[in-house]
């Protein structure tokens, strides 16, 4: 308590009395005391600031300034304080020049591979936040920087929001180093290429941009720096930070950004020829341009083989489908247009629905909104009540609901195939801007029937016929018409089919494969398929392609 | 990356296709089946031929000026007071189309489909998503037509085709008959669906190849006639010409005698008006932008974005003028006849000048 009530006081005190006007001049003295205190004064107190006064090499005054939660305090009484404080006996006289100094002990004492040499005061601050370690010695007007900065991370885990069943298990970490090099590990080309630097007055946050050089679009890549440099705020904290300030359009409820915990994921993206971009201390990497074929895709897709690839991807879209028209489709057939439906099954619903009294679109409203809260508790529970919390939940809305007369079954049905269908949507952001739209489609199809269902339809499709990512049209290949690109959209074409990178985002190597690779490969299976003749396999052996021996 | 040339041949195919399917495709069959009988496949024939003169000699005329829209170059051939006039002309033809297409899209709407829906309330929905869509590049106005138009012909094919099971093959004897007045009066109907191909005007700036704007045309008028034929082939076929004549709205009906399976898909006729709206609303969407960019360009505003909205009122109330159906297909026939005379004769008079000019320019340097 009695150090609380000290550091109290003084604070106030430092705050009342007037702040600490700059040195006069900005270039270090020659003066050790005069360096350590105008550096001091500069970067304020702080508890894990530490000033290490000794003698560099038994003789000349030097001190080490750093922050003790950004080093590694092992490493630096390893290699700096340890060669530094010894006497060796060899090495030359600093008595009349002590310029060369710095030199000398960067040459041949430190073991440390970062470091620069720095003349300015004002330079020194916000190196000595970032990790690095201030060696000032007397006497010698130049500092010594060098890079010490180890931070504890959790180590590579599978990443919790984009699972797989068939795929690498490695995610993102907080780190950007790790996270650039899972990506180097996965992309040993020279052609990767990383652009960092710091985003963010007050944070610093190094930002970097990877593309591959031979294949990204130069405007692409030009527009995604442009973007990223207009950025004017004082804090990025996450990469969503970034993602907000650089997207087409903020208003429109679907994702132009994706972003993604899987390092393979982002591989496969810039071998496509989009730009990534990480962000120190944020797990996430964002990828643009970003389309809505992109959001209901996931690795596995292309891990196992493709007739499987295409019939889930095929489901999911079923699902995404679900989850946005059913609640209005089911409100304005029950409520406008009951003819439409087969005669028995109209009878069973209106046996269904006898007992509850309120109009359809209020009943699917309420169910629907009660289904979102559940949802949002869900994931807000530590995960081992979650799991008791939604069993009970489904408990009470399914069944004591309708004996209670709040809904009827076949709406219970309906609402939890349009929830079961929104978590089917692997990107979740998408899935959320779809669960948003469902709502005013259902007004809409509580007001005019059908006929607003179709209209809401139309305006949701015009959207994102409208919208864009990056100067490419939001909803390629489908518009504008590239039928080439078509084979990786609904369905997944087998990999040696798609030869080609594409094209809507204007690469510059548009070939993935040799052209002669999907012709060998097409023969080759054709060959074992089909009840191939000797004769004719001895012809393909001959003619160079001795793949299958 | 964006070059101001974007729409492909197939693109602008697709804009002037999905604009012509539209309202008119639930009563054509009546009206072929009232002017020929029998023979009304033949009649739409001969509508669609008429259709396609008029287009040749409108894009035609276009292509020879493959950087500026009719009422730019017009100002050149004809003079500013008198294009201006003829713009105003045009302007108010495609307000009053949009207005009475609207209305005639209401009135059914109404009537078969969505009975509890107030009719004022129907047409302002779909002028309003018209306006909204309106406001945005001619580019942008590609898409959408091109993203719709399979989900209108696909589907309108197949149940079609699907209610072409049951037809009677005697009903379509004889094919041929007499030329008639009422002959001719119905190709000319017929014809009227297809004026809103003047589109193309907006298109040919924007086209990669402006030269191929006949054959874009071409290509959009044979899909659309021979969808339209098939409908009618479908209904006369089915219902036989006179009982064709009878129904208002024949080839609902013929979607509705269209079965699959037992049960379950017997009431393929809601899926057919699902589409429709669909359909109608590429087709009002261009009369609508056409009407915003006449407008902008007399008065010489910067974009289409501030007419579009000026615009929405003035053809609600057309389209809330008619006291009743009969009443909007009367004027939505004058208004026909008046169009084509209207815009077959501009072009026929700027095909004029622009020949006259040419000769006149050659004489003087030869």
């Keep these: 308590m009695e150090a609380w009530k000290e550091k109290y006081a003084s604070y106030v005190q430092k705050q009342q009395s007037c702040p600490p006007s700059a040195p006069g001049s900005d270039s270090l003295s020659h003066s050790l005391t005069d360096n350590l205190e105008s550096l001091l004064t500069l970067l304020g107190q702080s508890g894990d600031l530490v000033v290490r006064d000794f003698l560099l090499f038994g003789k000349y005054p030097a001190s080490m300034v750093f922050f003790s939660s950004l080093v590694s305090q092992e490493q630096i009484q390893e290699h700096i304080l340890k060669p530094l404080m010894a006497r060796p006996s060899g090495h030359p006289g600093f008595t009349d020049n002590l310029a060369d100094m710095v030199h000398y002990i960067w040459n041949t004492a430190v073991q440390v591979t970062q470091g620069t040499t720095e003349q300015l005061i004002s330079s020194l601050p916000p190196a000595i936040v970032k990790g690095e370690l201030v060696l000032l010695i007397e006497g010698v007007n130049e500092a010594l920087l060098l890079d010490m900065r180890q931070i504890d991370m959790r180590g590579v885990e599978q990443p919790q929001t984009e699972q797989v069943i068939r795929g690498p298990r490695e995610g993102y970490v907080e780190k950007l180093e790790n996270n650039l090099a899972l990506l180097r590990y996965r992309l040993q080309s020279t052609d990767f290429r990383i652009e960092i630097s710091p985003l963010g007055t007050r944070t610093q946050s190094r930002v970097a941009l990877c593309y591959l050089d031979s294949v990204a679009d130069p405007q692409l890549v030009a527009e995604a720096m442009r973007r990223i440099s207009i950025i004017d705020t004082d804090s990025i904290i996450d990469a969503g930070y970034i993602e907000q300030f650089i997207e087409d359009q903020p208003l429109s409820p679907f994702p132009q950004v994706q972003s993604t915990e899987r390092p393979d994921k982002t591989v496969a993206a810039l071998l496509e020829g989009r730009v990534a971009i990480l962000v120190d201390g944020s797990p996430f990497a964002l990828v643009v341009p970003a389309l809505f074929n992109q959001f209901f895709q996931t690795v596995d897709d292309y891990t196992e083989r493709f007739i499987m690839g295409s019939l889930i991807r095929l489901i999911r879209l079923v699902a995404l489908s679900f989850s946005l028209f059913f609640p209005a489709i089911y409100v304005s057939v029950i409520s406008f247009n009951p003819e439409l439906m087969p005669t028995d099954f109209a009878v069973a619903i209106s046996g269904g629905r006898a007992g509850v009294p309120f109009p359809a679109v209020i009943e699917v409203l309420i169910m629907e909104v009660s289904m979102e809260v559940l949802r949002e508790a869900t994931i807000r529970l530590p995960q081992m009540i979650g799991g008791a919390l939604s069993i009970v939940g489904v408990l009470v809305i399914g069944q004591a609901a309708v004996a209670a007369g709040l809904a009827s079954p076949i709406t219970v049905v309906i609402v939890a195939l349009t929830t079961i269908g929104s978590f089917a949507t692997p990107a979740y952001n998408a899935a959320i801007a779809l669960r948003m739209l469902r709502f005013p489609l259902i007004i809409l199809a509580g007001m005019f029937g059908m006929y607003g269902g179709m209209i809401g339809t139309i305006l949701i499709i015009n959207h994102l016929l409208f919208l864009e990512s990056f100067g490419v049209p939001y909803m390629s290949p489908f518009i504008p018409g590239n039928w080439r690109d078509w084979k990786d959209t609904l369905v997944r074409v087998p990999l040696w089919w798609m030869r080609r990178r594409p094209s809507f985002l204007h690469i510059q190597d548009s070939s993935r494969l040799p052209a002669s690779i999907p012709g060998a490969y097409a023969d080759q299976i054709l060959q074992q398929g089909g009840e191939a003749d000797e004769h004719s396999k001895a012809d393909h052996n001959a003619a160079g392609g001795s793949r299958d021996q | ?366």
């Design chain 2, 1 to 366: 990356m964006n070059t101001p040339r974007q729409i492909t041949t197939l693109r602008a195919a697709a804009v002037i296709s999905s604009t012509i399917i539209g309202v008119g495709i639930l009563s054509f069959p009546r009206y072929m089946a009232v002017a020929g009988g029998s023979s009304a496949p033949f009649v739409a024939f001969c509508g669609i031929v008429i259709s396609f003169i008029s287009f040749w000699l409108l894009a035609s005329l276009c292509r020879r000026f493959p950087r500026e829209p009719l009422f730019v170059f017009s100002r050149r051939l004809l003079g500013r007071p008198l294009a201006f006039v003829f713009t105003l002309l045009i302007f108010l033809i495609f307000t009053l189309l949009t207005g009475l297409t609207v209305r005639q899209f209401g009135d059914v709407a109404t009537t078969v489909l969505y009975k509890k829906t107030p009719i004022e309330a129907t047409i302002f929905l779909m002028l309003l998503i018209c306006q909204l869509s309106a406001r945005r590049s001619i580019i942008k106005f590609s898409y959408i037509h091109f993203f719709y138009l399979p989900l209108i012909i696909g589907p309108t094919v197949l149940i079609t085709l699907i209610s072409m099971r049951n037809i009677d093959w005697l009903n379509l004897q004889p094919v041929l008959t007499m030329p008639s007045v009422s002959f001719w009066r119905g190709a000319r109907e017929a014809s009227y669906l297809f004026q809103s191909s003047f589109v193309i005007i907006l298109l040919v700036p924007y086209m990669q190849k402006p030269k191929q704007a006949v054959r874009a045309g071409a290509l959009a008028i044979a899909v659309a006639g021979l969808l339209y034929l098939l409908i009618v082939i479908a209904s006369v076929g089915l219902f036989g010409s006179e009982e064709t004549k009878l129904l208002i709205y024949p080839t609902l009906e013929s979607a509705r005698s269209a079965a699959v399976g037992e049960g379950f898909l017997e009431r393929l006729d809601a899926l057919f008006i699902v589409l429709w709206v669909i359909s109608v609303y590429t087709t009002v969407y261009t009369t609508y932008y056409l009407a915003a960019v006449l407008l902008q360009n007399l008065c010489n505003f910067q974009d289409q974005r501030s007419t579009s909205t000026v615009l929405l009122p003035l053809v609600f109330i057309t389209a809330m003028l008619p006291s009743n159906v009969f009443e909007t297909y009367t004027w939505s026939l004058t208004l026909g006849n008046v169009s084509l005379m209207v815009l077959t004769g501009y072009v026929a008079l700027l095909w004029a000048l622009f020949l006259f000019r040419r000769f006149r320019k050659k004489g003087a340097s030869g």
